[in-house]
């Protein structure tokens, strides 16, 4: 049984430019939660989605959005990348929210130069 | 507010020892808290998780955290550290199961 799947793995984006991040759930699970882990540092919540719709949002500007498709795999859309948006990105599944813990995926780490 | 303090960023101990992590939270309501550990260049995995049954709560690889209301602490313990224990740990807490708060992690060496 899969878990949750992210891609890619590594990511090297020039200042101001855009990026998309991927993430499969694991099977069964249908909400996705995506945090911010930048280095030495524990991850922060940007936001959670749950049948599609954006359900809670972390403390990020607009320029990070997301998308949940109809099989609850998910997209992280950052615009107008800064050089402080290096950082491990985490996909975390769960069933109907979190309260029974988050199963992580091994992240994408994003250098922005 | 929610907010997570992990005392110590390193911890070290000899194989053999006992592991303590300590965790102190921040909550206006009874939370859900939980421990992950993280290996490098990998994501986090869940060790254990308090949801308002037990207070005292096993997880795996012989973890296990006690909740205590009055101390608001979830310290993370192990009798007896293992080589393959170290790793990044990071306590989280959680009102609603939706936003998750994680400490800034405990780095765990375990000395031969």
């Known amino acids: 049984d899969a878990g949750v799947t992210q891609s890619p793995t590594h990511l090297i984006k020039t200042r101001g430019q855009q990026v998309t991040l991927r993430c499969s759930p694991k099977s069964g699970h249908d909400t996705v939660s995506w945090y911010q882990q930048a280095l030495g540092q524990g991850p922060q919540f940007i936001f959670q989605y749950y049948e599609e719709e954006e359900r809670q949002r972390g403390n990020f500007p607009d320029r990070f959005s997301g998308h949940q498709f109809p099989n609850y795999s998910s997209e992280l859309n950052v615009n107008a990348l800064l050089l402080g948006d290096s950082a491990l990105y985490l996909c975390?599944?769960?069933?109907?929210?979190?309260?029974?813990?988050?199963?992580f995926g091994s992240g994408t780490r994003l250098t922005v130069v | 507010a929610q907010s997570v303090t992990q005392l110590g960023s390193h911890v070290s101990v000899s194989e053999g020892a006992l592991v303590l992590l300590r965790c102190n939270y921040s909550?206006?309501?009874?939370?859900?808290l939980f421990w992950y550990v993280q290996y490098p260049n990998q994501g986090l995995q869940l060790l254990l998780k308090?949801?308002?049954?037990?207070?005292l709560v096993k997880g795996i690889n012989g973890f296990e955290a006690e909740f205590k209301k009055s101390e608001t602490s979830f310290h993370l313990t192990k009798p007896s550290a293992h080589m393959s224990d170290a790793a990044e740990y990071f306590c989280?807490?959680?009102?609603?199961?939706?936003?998750?708060?994680f400490g800034t992690g405990t780095s765990l060496t375990v000395i031969p």
């Open positions: 308090y949801t308002s049954a037990a207070t």
């Open positions: 909550s206006s309501v009874p939370p859900y």
């Open positions: 989280a807490v959680s009102n609603t199961g939706n936003q998750f708060y």
């Open positions: 975390a599944s769960s069933f109907a929210g979190g309260n029974y813990g988050y199963t």
